[in-house]
């Protein structure tokens, strides 16, 4: 096991769960985290963590991959899977009864999860798959709440069902009409789609409120979260398409999904821990231990 420096992508092998918390502490010290620039006001700036139990696969959103995408979620954390949800996907709901809804009922998304506890990626990550490699990423970022701008925006996008493309400008336009409460916040709808384009080709990582925790007995045991992805856009947009006056002219297809540069292999930010097959029994049994169990983490199964 050898961890260098946090500013550049790295791959570690590890055996042991020792191993695996030397590496997170090493992580945190030397990107400082987690941190925060307002006095608490806003999230902190933390690392997330995701355990795959194929350390072959790049992190994307099942969405990408709609008939590989039975399997794998089937070994993904799913934390939403067991939350009660009614709602039907043109009805008004929060980020994360969506991200429930699309996970139970659909085979694709543009949700990716993670979770703030490492023991939680490290079982997913030997959970199945006992002929592969697992891995656990930790990843650094600035997560939104579910109640902000930028998760309402992504809410309209998860409710569109067609494969047709639009324009920003036609997702501003749903985004004030099921949300008037916004319209105050913006002078023209200009000012929005300026927004929109600002983070719809990126994507971010969303947390629960304490509301969304109290509904999910998974979510709060997995102390889970989710990179939303955004769309694809293709081709991507110049820097003066971006401008408000003209971002509400770029198309894209609502049912795609773009993975960013940050989980990559190419980020600066970016650590897979590896663990060998091997060893993955003997480190489930160690979690058993600690409580962390699938009958723990997935009661509902």
């Known amino acids: 096991m050898e961890h260098n420096s946090p500013y550049h992508y790295q791959e570690v092998t590890t055996t042991t769960l020792e191993e695996i918390h030397s590496i997170v502490d090493e992580y945190n010290k030397g990107h400082n985290l987690p941190f925060t620039t307002d006095g608490g006001k806003s999230p902190l700036t933390r690392a997330f963590y995701r355990g795959q139990n194929n350390s072959e696969w790049e992190i994307e959103p099942s969405i990408k991959h709609p008939e590989k995408s039975k399997n794998k ?7 939403l899977k067991g939350f009660t949800c009614d709602f039907k996907p043109n009805e008004k709901a929060s980020l994360f009864e969506i991200i429930s809804y699309q996970q139970h009922y659909e085979t694709g998304t543009r949700f990716v999860d993670f979770t703030t506890n490492p023991d939680v990626a490290v079982f997913f990550a030997c959970n199945g798959q006992i002929d592969k490699d697992g891995a656990v990423f930790i990843y650094v970022y600035w997560p939104h709440r579910g109640e902000w701008r930028s998760t309402l925006v992504m809410c309209e996008l998860a409710r569109l069902e067609s494969n047709k493309e639009i324009t920003v400008q036609d997702l501003a336009e749903r985004v004030l009409e099921n949300n008037p409460n916004l319209k105050d916040s913006f002078e023209q709808i200009e000012d929005l789609n300026g927004l929109i ?8 990582m969303a947390i629960p409120n304490e509301e969304n925790l109290q509904g999910n007995i998974r979510l709060r045991r997995q102390e889970g979260a989710f990179f939303v992805c955004g769309p694809d856009i293709d081709p991507k947009p110049k820097a003066s398409d971006r401008f408000s006056s003209r971002a509400g002219r770029i198309r894209f297809n609502p049912r795609t999904a773009f993975v960013p540069d940050s989980l990559r292999r190419h980020s600066d930010s970016l650590v897979k821990i590896i663990i060998p097959k091997k060893n993955k029994p003997e480190l489930l049994q160690q979690l058993a231990l600690k409580g962390i169990t699938e009958e723990y983490l997935c009661p509902d199964k």
């Open 73 to 79: 979620i089937e070994s993904e954390p799913q934390t």
């Open 197 to 204: 384009v600002s983070f719809i080709d990126h994507g971010f």
